[in-house]
C-alpha cells in the first residue's frame, strides 16, 4: 500500500517520538538507579567500619568465626538489606550472614574494596555480589587489623537481595503508573502534534481548493482573481499541484485567447471575402443582365466586350473560392504528402518559365544562382512548386519595371539547404513583417495592380510550408526590396 505524504511523516513522527520517549525512559531510568545507588553508598559509606570499630569481636583479630557468623546473623536480624561478609586479605569469603545455598562464589574481587577504603574513584563503587557470579552491588567495606597486621575485610552488601526484591515489587507497580502516565502524556502529545501537521499539510491544499472555487466563480478567468504564489522547485507535492493548476489555468487562458482570436479572424475574414465575393458577382451578374435585357440594342463589339468582361470576373471569382477552399483545406489538417526526390534547380526553371509572360511584361531580370546546381531535395514538389507560384507572384507583383528578383540555393550542411527568393521590390515596413502571414493582411504599401487579389497567398504559402516541416523567414528594407527564406531537406547520396 502506498502511503501519501501526509501518512507517511504521521508515522515518522510517530516512530521517532516513540524512539525518543524509550531512549529517555531507559536514560532516566538508569540515572535514577545510579542517584539512588550512589546516595545510598554514601549514606552508608562509614558503615562498615563503624561496625568493625564498635564490635569487641572484630577488634580482637577475628580468630573467632563461628561467634563472627552469629554477629553478622544477629545484624542482619536488625539491618534485613543489609548482607554482611568477612574475607581474608586474598579475597576469600571466610563467613557470612547468608544461608550458605545462597551463596555462588567463594571469592571477590579486592580493588572496589581498596578503592572505597582508599577514596581512590567516585561513587558509587561496585563490588562483586557472592549471591551471582557476574552480579555488581554497592557495599560498604573497612579493613580489620590485629595490631599491624591485615586481618581481612568487612564487606556490607548495602542494597541486599531482600531489599532488591521488596524494592524491585515496588518499583513494578510504579513503573506500570508511570508508563500509564507517559502513554497518556505522550498520546496527548502526539495528538497535538498530530493536529498541527495536518493543519500545516492541509493549509496548502485549502488554499489550492479556494483558488480553485474562486476561478470557477469568474469563468477560468485568470484576469479576475488572484491566484496564490507557489513554489516551483519545491518537492512539496501539494506545491508542485499548485504549480501545475498555474500552468494549467495558464494554458487554458491561452486557449481561450486563442479562440476569441481565431473567432474573430474568423468573422472579418467571413467578412472580407463576401465582399471580395460580392465584386466580381455583382459585375458578372450585372454584364449579364445587360446582354439578357438588351441583347438587340447591343453591338457585336459590345457584346464581345460584355463577354470578356463577364469571363475575367467569373475566373477572379474562381480564383477566389478556389484560394478560400484550398486554405480551409489547409487549416483542417486534411491534407496528404506526396514525398519524392527530384532536382530542386530543376523545378526552379519550371516555376519561372510559368512566368516568362509577367516578367517580360515588367522586364524583370530572374536570377537562379548557382545557374546549374544538383542539389537533390526530399518533399512534396506538387506543394512547393505553389509556394514558389506564390512567392514569385508576390515578388513580380511588387518588384518594378527593370527590377530584379534572385533564387539562391545554398547548402546548410549535408542533411538541409536553403532557399532564398530576394526582390527588388517596395519592401516592407518593420513593424508589419510579423503580420504578413495572417489571413487577408495586406501591408501598407502594397502595390496595387489591374488584378484583384485576397491576400491569402502568404497565408497559403505558411501552411504548405508547415506541412512540409519548414518555417519561412523574412527580411525586408523599405524601399529597397524583400528576402523570403525556408529550408528544405536534402536526399543524402
Not at 55 to 67: E, S
Not at 162 to 183: D, G, P
Given at each position: 500500500?502506498?502511503?501519501?505524504?501526509?501518512?507517511?511523516?504521521?508515522?515518522?513522527l510517530?516512530v521517532?517520538?516513540?524512539?525518543?520517549?524509550s531512549?529517555?525512559?531507559?536514560l532516566?531510568?538508569?540515572?535514577e538507579?545510579?542517584?539512588?545507588?550512589?546516595?545510598?553508598?554514601?549514606?552508608?559509606?562509614?558503615?562498615?567500619?563503624?561496625?568493625?570499630?564498635?564490635?569487641?569481636?572484630?577488634?580482637?583479630?577475628?580468630?573467632d568465626h563461628?561467634?563472627?557468623?552469629?554477629?553478622?546473623?544477629?545484624?542482619?536480624?536488625?539491618?534485613?538489606?543489609?548482607?554482611?561478609?568477612?574475607?581474608?586479605?586474598?579475597?576469600?569469603?571466610?563467613t557470612?550472614?547468608?544461608?550458605?545455598?545462597?551463596?555462588?562464589?567463594?571469592?571477590i574481587?579486592?580493588?572496589?574494596?581498596?578503592?572505597?577504603?582508599?577514596n581512590?574513584?567516585?561513587?558509587?563503587?561496585?563490588?562483586d555480589?557472592?549471591?551471582?557470579?557476574?552480579?555488581?552491588?554497592?557495599?560498604?567495606?573497612?579493613?580489620?587489623?590485629?595490631?599491624n597486621?591485615?586481618?581481612?575485610?568487612?564487606?556490607?552488601?548495602?542494597?541486599g537481595?531482600?531489599?532488591?526484591?521488596?524494592?524491585?515489587?515496588?518499583?513494578?507497580?510504579?513503573?506500570?503508573?508511570?508508563?500509564?502516565?507517559?502513554m497518556?502524556g505522550?498520546?496527548?502529545?502526539?495528538f497535538?502534534?498530530?493536529?498541527?501537521?495536518?493543519?500545516?499539510?492541509?493549509?496548502p491544499?485549502r488554499?489550492?481548493?479556494?483558488?480553485?472555487?474562486?476561478?470557477?466563480?469568474?469563468?477560468?478567468?485568470?484576469?479576475?482573481v488572484?491566484?496564490?504564489?507557489w513554489?516551483?522547485?519545491?518537492?512539496n507535492?501539494?506545491?508542485?499541484?499548485?504549480?501545475?493548476?498555474e500552468?494549467?489555468?495558464?494554458?487554458?487562458?491561452?486557449?481561450?485567447?486563442?479562440l476569441q482570436q481565431?473567432?474573430?479572424?474568423r468573422?472579418?475574414?467571413?467578412a472580407?471575402?463576401?465582399?471580395d465575393?460580392?465584386?466580381?458577382l455583382s459585375?458578372?451578374?450585372?454584364?449579364?443582365?445587360?446582354?439578357?435585357?438588351?441583347?438587340?440594342?447591343v453591338?457585336k463589339?459590345?457584346r464581345?466586350?460584355?463577354?470578356?468582361?463577364?469571363?475575367?470576373?467569373?475566373?477572379?471569382?474562381?480564383?477566389?473560392i478556389?484560394?478560400?477552399?484550398?486554405?480551409?483545406?489547409?487549416?483542417?489538417?486534411?491534407?496528404?504528402?506526396?514525398?519524392?526526390?527530384?532536382?530542386?534547380?530543376?523545378?526552379l526553371?519550371?516555376?519561372?518559365?510559368?512566368?516568362?509572360?509577367?516578367?517580360?511584361?515588367k522586364?524583370?531580370?530572374?536570377?537562379?544562382?548557382?545557374?546549374?546546381?544538383?542539389?537533390q531535395?526530399?518533399?512534396?514538389?506538387?506543394k512547393?512548386?505553389?509556394?514558389l507560384?506564390?512567392l514569385?507572384e508576390?515578388?513580380?507583383?511588387?518588384?518594378?519595371?527593370?527590377?530584379?528578383?534572385?533564387?539562391?540555393?545554398?547548402?546548410?550542411?549535408?542533411?538541409?539547404?536553403?532557399?532564398?527568393?530576394?526582390?527588388?521590390?517596395?519592401?516592407?515596413?518593420?513593424?508589419?513583417?510579423?503580420?504578413?502571414?495572417?489571413?487577408?493582411y495586406r501591408?501598407?504599401n502594397?502595390?496595387?495592380d489591374?488584378?484583384?487579389?485576397?491576400?491569402l497567398?502568404l497565408?497559403?504559402?505558411?501552411?504548405l510550408?508547415?506541412?512540409?516541416?519548414?518555417?519561412?523567414?523574412v527580411?525586408?528594407?523599405?524601399?529597397k526590396?524583400?528576402?523570403?527564406?525556408f529550408n528544405?531537406?536534402?536526399?543524402?547520396?
Amino acid at each position: 500500500m502506498k502511503l501519501s505524504l501526509y501518512h507517511r511523516l504521521s508515522l515518522s513522527l510517530l516512530v521517532v517520538f516513540i524512539a525518543i520517549i524509550s531512549v529517555f525512559y531507559i536514560l532516566a531510568q538508569e540515572l535514577e538507579q545510579k542517584t539512588r545507588y550512589e546516595s545510598e553508598q554514601h549514606l552508608h559509606l562509614s558503615l562498615a567500619a563503624s561496625l568493625a570499630r564498635d564490635n569487641p569481636l572484630l577488634l580482637q583479630g577475628v580468630y573467632d568465626h563461628k561467634a563472627l557468623k552469629n554477629l553478622f546473623h544477629t545484624l542482619m536480624v536488625m539491618g534485613p538489606a543489609f548482607e554482611f561478609y568477612f574475607v581474608d586479605p586474598e579475597g576469600e569469603i571466610v563467613t557470612h550472614s547468608i544461608a550458605p545455598s545462597l551463596i555462588k562464589r567463594t571469592k571477590i574481587d579486592l580493588l572496589p574494596l581498596i578503592q572505597l577504603t582508599q577514596n581512590q574513584a567516585p561513587l558509587p563503587i561496585y563490588g562483586d555480589d557472592p549471591q551471582h557470579l557476574s552480579r555488581k552491588k554497592i557495599f560498604s567495606a573497612a579493613p580489620v587489623f590485629n595490631g599491624n597486621s591485615l586481618q581481612g575485610y568487612l564487606y556490607v552488601i548495602v542494597a541486599g537481595e531482600r531489599y532488591e526484591s521488596a524494592f524491585n515489587r515496588l518499583q513494578s507497580s510504579r513503573k506500570i503508573e508511570l508508563s500509564i502516565m507517559v502513554m497518556f502524556g505522550a498520546m496527548l502529545f502526539l495528538f497535538v502534534v498530530m493536529l498541527g501537521i495536518f493543519s500545516y499539510f492541509t493549509r496548502p491544499l485549502r488554499k489550492l481548493s479556494k483558488d480553485i472555487k474562486a476561478l470557477q466563480a469568474v469563468g477560468f478567468d485568470k484576469n479576475k482573481v488572484q491566484l496564490a504564489q507557489w513554489m516551483p522547485n519545491s518537492r512539496n507535492e501539494v506545491h508542485q499541484l499548485g504549480v501545475a493548476f498555474e500552468q494549467m489555468v495558464k494554458q487554458i487562458n491561452q486557449q481561450f485567447d486563442m479562440l476569441q482570436q481565431h473567432d474573430e479572424q474568423r468573422r472579418e475574414l467571413l467578412a472580407d471575402i463576401s465582399h471580395d465575393l460580392r465584386t466580381p458577382l455583382s459585375s458578372l451578374q450585372g454584364y449579364i443582365e445587360t446582354l439578357s435585357l438588351k441583347s438587340d440594342q447591343v453591338t457585336k463589339e459590345q457584346r464581345q466586350k460584355y463577354v470578356e468582361i463577364a469571363l475575367k470576373n467569373a475566373q477572379q471569382l474562381k480564383g477566389l473560392i478556389d484560394q478560400i477552399f484550398e486554405l480551409a483545406h489547409l487549416e483542417g489538417g486534411q491534407v496528404s504528402l506526396n514525398l519524392e526526390a527530384f532536382n530542386l534547380a530543376e523545378l526552379l526553371y519550371d516555376v519561372v518559365a510559368k512566368f516568362s509572360l509577367q516578367t517580360a511584361a515588367k522586364n524583370i531580370d530572374i536570377n537562379i544562382i548557382p545557374e546549374c546546381s544538383y542539389t537533390q531535395v526530399h518533399s512534396d514538389i506538387g506543394k512547393l512548386e505553389r509556394v514558389l507560384s506564390n512567392l514569385l507572384e508576390n515578388a513580380i507583383r511588387h518588384t518594378p519595371v527593370s527590377g530584379e528578383i534572385t533564387l539562391v540555393i545554398t547548402d546548410i550542411n549535408q542533411h538541409q539547404c536553403q532557399l532564398t527568393i530576394t526582390d527588388t521590390g517596395t519592401g516592407i515596413k518593420e513593424e508589419e513583417l510579423l503580420y504578413i502571414f495572417d489571413t487577408r493582411y495586406r501591408a501598407s504599401n502594397a502595390v496595387q495592380d489591374k488584378e484583384k487579389h485576397t491576400g491569402l497567398g502568404l497565408a497559403i504559402t505558411k501552411k504548405l510550408l508547415e506541412l512540409l516541416k519548414s518555417d519561412i523567414k523574412v527580411t525586408s528594407t523599405l524601399g529597397k526590396g524583400s528576402s523570403f527564406s525556408f529550408n528544405l531537406r536534402k536526399v543524402i547520396l
